[in-house]
């Protein structure tokens, strides 16, 4: 078989055929969601073949919310997949110090490679940089170290773009209407990714001259937070056309607020992706027509580019030898039209 | 230094070191300017609130919004101030709350209806409180190291519950008791158990040998119990209280949230302190008031609600909290000072 039609075929093939298999690992939780299409491939890139022994490392916040807790499991199930992936995982702590000391175990512990998904991404920058420098990389997960650094690779959610894409959305549904109001329930305010996703929505927003952002409130991304957040800018707000919740699990407590206000005047997007949410977009009997993925397979695909790492090899349908360095997921917007098909990446 | 004439049976004199150059002799008359202290910065705000936002705030739906909102930490801060008033302290109100909650509201809870809920939520409290009770009554342990135990463990077994996930409840008959349908007289129902709470707190501490003991712990546990009265018993009892109002809080928590989650009463033990610090109950023990831990409760809650209303962010609302407990305790030392 010539070069060239290797090349070819690399070319056509694998980029069409394992970009998908690719987006397709970015939104599924099922391990039966096959990516073996992108075996094919002449270059060493990772496939479902077993390979070298990969001992990976992954310290995580605690899972104390829905969304952690379908990353954590996305990461647990993605290793369990393959055979030559062997998984250590510590016990999820939202304390910085106690996060940098498991970590530091694993580095003495010589894992292969480490993921490493912080409770917070610049204090525990400095832990990243020791790894890096024992030799071992660092597939950095969503909450992004201070310095480029401190891992070899950093895949993560774009809150900016989420943002974006919510306020789009909002705006093409009102953009008929001569005036229109729109609130927003934001998610923690402590957090660098809650103004990144205001930010977004913002700008998207400036696209539609005839809207006005009216009022915003910060929960914390618990349902009893959502609840009385809501409770408030539905007082506050006798009468508005939008809003966009940061977070469905929020979500939870922000509808319940708005059913105790007896309140339906206006259309409501989520964010991340939840089980319910998914639910209540299917069923469309309520006010939340919309959410915008944030999604949890993020952990399934750091595990697959740790093991690519362990394995030296590069992404099944990358031209590329290596696989890269930073790697943005989409926020793509769910609503009624494609609400099956991602049905099944909802978490609890 | 002691005068021994007051509520408090006689021997319940308050000893120096525990607290400012007080007497229990002065507890009434200062109790009274406190609470109408704290009645003037209820009305201040109210004021602020009816001119910064006349018509959003100055509505009977943002009455019952307030009311209810408060309902749920105010009834915690009822038990919390007990505790305190006791010389105590018990960081695990909020954990409690979450396992309570959480507990209530498996699957397999909710297989047996509102009363299994509702059973479920207040025995988990009360057996919490019992565990805490017991370790430091009986186990000699510092309330604040049994009641720390207690909220990592709690919040440990409430994780360990949920995994993590939202529990959201599909019992009909509980959720409807958040809807407007179920308000009497226009009173939410949450807002009618919190009062009811607090009365039954108020005359508990006030108009039984209970509260007077309560009161008798905390100014001085020694002299207490040279008086005949069974310390440690009472401590027991004054957790499991506790105990109980956060029981009862987690179930009012599922009615509100429609949910439980591990996340619930998430720094409810501050919040609760800071209401019934500013409502002029001692850290030390001895002295304290319902009235001012429920208006502590309604100031905090309001602040929040005009903040609120007027779309102001977090970061300022945090700033105005700490401010406020910071002025409070400044004039309570004042008013302890000079009278």
């Not at chain 1, 930010?199 to 009216?214: C, H, R, S, T, W």
């Not at chain 1, 977070?247 to 206006?266: K, T």
């Not at chain 1, 750091?302 to 997921?329: C, H, M, N, W, Y």
Request: proline share 3%; with cysteine.
């Amino acid at each position: 078989m010539s070069q060239f039609t290797s090349r070819r075929r690399m070319l056509f093939g694998t980029a069409a055929v394992g970009a998908g298999a690719l987006l397709a690992g970015c939104t599924s939780n099922e391990p039966s969601d096959e990516e073996s299409a992108s075996s094919q491939n002449e270059q060493p890139a990772a496939d479902d073949k077993p390979g070298k022994q990969v001992t990976i490392g992954y310290a995580g916040p605690q899972a104390d919310h829905g969304w952690l807790n379908a990353v954590n499991l996305n990461a647990k199930n993605r290793a369990e997949k393959y055979e030559d992936v062997t998984l250590e995982v510590t016990e999820g702590s939202n304390d910085t110090a106690t996060q940098i000391g498991q970590i530091e175990t694993l580095i003495n512990k010589k894992v292969d490679v480490l993921v490493i998904l912080p409770a917070d991404g610049k204090a525990l920058t400095q832990v990243g940089l020791k790894a890096m420098r024992a030799g071992i990389p660092v597939v950095n997960l969503d909450r992004i170290f201070n310095s480029p650094q401190a891992y070899r690779c950093w895949i993560g959610g774009d809150n900016y773009g989420m943002g974006l894409n919510a306020g789009h959305y909002i705006g093409e549904k009102l953009k008929h209407k001569k005036t229109a109001r729109v609130v927003e329930l934001a998610g923690l305010d402590n957090l660098p990714l809650t103004k990144e996703r205001t930010q977004g929505f913002d700008d998207a927003l400036k696209n539609y001259p005839n809207i006005e952002k009216v009022a915003r409130q910060a929960a914390d991304f618990t349902v009893e937070s959502g609840q009385a957040k809501m409770a408030q800018l539905l007082q506050a707000q006798s009468e508005f056309d939008a809003l966009w919740n940061h977070d469905d699990d929020q979500g939870v407590g922000a509808l319940r607020a708005i059913e105790q206000a007896g309140r339906d005047e206006f259309l409501m997007v989520g964010g991340a992706g939840s089980l319910a949410a998914f639910q209540a977009i299917e069923q469309d009997n309520g006010v939340l027509k919309a959410t915008v993925l944030y999604p949890p397979s993020m952990a399934a695909s750091a595990i697959d580019l740790a093991r690519a790492l362990g394995q030296g090899k590069g992404v099944g349908g990358l031209a590329e030898f290596e696989i890269p360095s930073s790697l943005t997921l989409y926020s793509a917007v769910v609503d009624k039209e494609n609400v099956d098909q991602y049905m099944s990446t909802g978490f609890k | 230094m002691t005068q021994p004439v007051s509520p408090p049976r006689g021997s319940a004199d308050k000893v120096p070191q525990v607290s400012e150059k007080t007497g229990p002799r002065v507890a009434f008359a200062r109790a009274d300017v406190r609470t109408l202290s704290l009645l003037g910065v209820l009305a201040a705000l109210i004021l602020i609130g009816g001119i910064t936002k006349p018509d959003e705030f100055l509505d009977t739906r943002n009455l019952q919004l307030v009311l209810t909102q408060a309902s749920v930490i105010g009834v915690v801060t009822v038990g919390m101030t007990f505790v305190i008033i006791s010389g105590g302290i018990d960081l695990s109100v909020g954990a409690i709350v979450a396992l309570a909650s959480v507990w209530a509201t498996t699957v397999a809870t909710q297989e047996y209806g509102f009363a299994g809920i509702l059973f479920t939520a207040v025995i988990v409290g009360v057996g919490c409180g019992l565990v805490n009770g017991v370790l430091i009554a009986y186990g000699g342990m510092v309330p604040f190291i049994a009641t720390l135990a207690m909220l990592a463990s709690a919040r440990g077994f409430a994780l360990q519950i949920t995994d993590g996930n939202t529990q959201v409840v599909t019992v009909p008959s509980v959720l409807d008791l958040g809807e407007r349908d179920a308000y009497v007289l226009g009173i939410p129902p949450l807002v009618l158990v919190f009062a009811a709470v607090t009365v039954i707190g108020w005359l508990v501490l006030n108009r039984t040998t209970f509260g007077r003991r309560t009161v008798a712990v905390g100014g001085n546990a020694e002299a207490a119990r040279l008086a005949g009265i069974d310390v440690r018993r009472q401590r027991l009892y004054l957790y499991l209280l506790s105990g109980l109002c956060c029981g009862i809080a987690a179930f009012l928590l599922i009615v509100l949230s429609g949910s439980g989650q591990n996340t619930n009463g998430n720094l409810y033990e501050l919040d609760a302190i800071a209401a019934a610090i500013i409502g002029g109950t001692l850290l030390s023990g001895g002295r304290g008031t319902i009235v001012g831990s429920v208006l502590g409760v309604l100031i905090f809650m309001t602040i929040t609600n005009i903040f609120a209303l007027n779309n102001l962010q977090t970061d300022v609302q945090q700033i105005a909290k700490g401010a406020i407990i910071v002025a409070a305790v400044l004039v309570q030392r004042r008013t302890a000072s000079t009278t």
